[in-house]
């Protein structure tokens, strides 16, 4: 059975930066692309960040520019790099993976809180 475990969450001020990471297991990692979502409790949930298999990334407009997604095959891992944080990108981040049409994997979610 496929599992995605999220960590790297936390609580940093307006401006900071934070590394989460999404780790994979069960899975021929290096055939999927991999997401992140973030959803507040006001918010449906929010595509955040998308890696394909071959590395093409694409981002929401609200964090372009400050976040990066990338990805380590030899360690099942997909990465989020979160710089200059605003207190609107507080929430659960999750990342998943489409294993085909009808099936897509969750993580459990890791939260991020900025405030100072």
């Known amino acids: 059975q496929v599992q995605l475990v999220e960590s790297g969450g936390g609580l940093v001020q307006p401006g900071g930066s934070l590394r989460l990471s999404c780790t994979a297991s069960?899975?021929?990692?290096?055939?999927?692309?991999l997401n992140w979502y973030r959803q507040t409790p006001r918010k449906q949930r929010e595509l955040v960040a998308e890696?394909?298999?071959?590395?093409?990334?694409n981002y929401v407009d609200s964090v372009k520019g400050r976040f990066t997604i990338s990805r380590d095959n030899s360690k099942n891992t997909v990465y989020l790099q979160m710089n200059n944080l605003k207190p609107e990108d507080t929430a659960v981040y999750y990342c998943?993976?489409?294993?085909?049409?009808?099936?897509?994997?969750w993580g459990q979610g890791t939260q991020v809180t900025v405030s100072s």
């Open positions: 069960q899975i021929d990692f290096i055939l999927y692309g």
């Open positions: 890696i394909t298999s071959d590395d093409t990334t």
């Open positions: 998943n993976v489409r294993l085909g049409p009808y099936s897509v994997v």
